[in-house]
């Protein structure tokens, strides 16, 4: 058993470390009174450089059955977020007269989206061990 919790801990020793650093950041931040928002802001730049938002994913994905809900869940929103943003920022660019490039770029984001399916696909029908 420990043998196993031993392995266990050195695969996800950085995704431990990143958000234990995150977390260590924050109760730091929040015992010296620092302001709230600069506090958040600090965190949200300290997550995206150190992929910690990935490791806290990852470490909530491991979860049995809630765990993958869970992260479906919450990264869903930023999926739409991200699509509703590309197409607004398409309308603006069609109407300053960008229309063929619009075009062009769309066409890669769908060969690059077509492309990670196939990927998945793939990845899944021949599991590497």
């Known amino acids: 058993m420990w043998s196993s919790i ?3 801990v050195r695969s996800y020793w950085r995704s431990f470390a990143v958000v234990g650093g995150l977390v260590a950041m924050v109760l730091v931040g929040l015992h010296y009174q620092i302001n709230v928002k600069l506090l958040a802001l600090l965190t949200l730049i300290g997550g995206f450089i150190t992929n910690g938002f990935v490791a806290l ?3 909530t994905a491991l979860i049995p059955v809630v765990g993958p809900l869970l992260v ?3 990264s869903l929103p930023i999926f739409y977020l991200f699509n509703g943003l590309g197409y607004f920022l398409s309308l603006l660019a069609i109407k300053k ?8 770029y769309r066409l890669i984001t769908i ?7 196939i990927g998945y696909i793939i990845g899944n029908l021949l599991p590497f061990k």
């Open 6 to 8: 031993t392995a266990f």
């Open 57 to 59: 994913a990852t470490l």
């Open 72 to 74: 479906k869940l919450l």
């Open 97 to 104: 007269g960008y229309g063929t490039e619009v075009v062009s």
């Open 111 to 117: 060969m690059f989206l077509v492309g990670v399916v």
